[in-house]
């Protein structure tokens, strides 16, 4: 049964950091593409940031250059490092695992993680 378990999230000032992680469970970890999304109140869900099983890297054009992502294939874990966090960052974040390739289109979501940026 795959499994993913997002954490990390929590209450930062503006122009703060967060580091979201997303441990998965399942066996489908190494083979998969990740990507992170995130869905603000009111809000269509939208990609923050993808890495494929080969480490290859996108983001929206949004986040660009305030995230990173990356992933351990040891501990099958990916992760989100977000810096110069603004209050519009706030959302539930959620991981998506997807075994095909594809960039959350699977049905392989995690609970979500909840961000608040405030002050």
């Known amino acids: 049964q795959v499994q993913l378990v997002e954490s990390g999230g929590g209450l ?18 190494g083979s998969s593409t990740m990507t992170w999304y995130r869905q603000a109140p009111g ?31 040891t501990k099958n874990t990916v992760y989100l490092q977000m810096n110069s966090l603004k209050p519009e960052d706030t959302a539930i974040y959620y991981c998506n695992a997807d075994p ?5 289109t699977s049905p392989y979501w995690g609970q979500g993680t909840q961000v608040t940026v405030s002050s």
């Open 12 to 29: 930062v000032q503006p122009g703060g950091s967060l580091r979201l992680s997303c441990a998965a469970s399942g066996g489908i970890f």
């Open 43 to 73: 809000k269509r869900r939208e990609l923050v940031a993808v890495i494929t099983s080969g480490g290859s890297t996108n983001y929206a054009d949004s986040m660009k250059g305030r995230v990173t992502i990356s992933r351990d294939n």
């Open 100 to 104: 095909l390739g594809g960039w959350g």
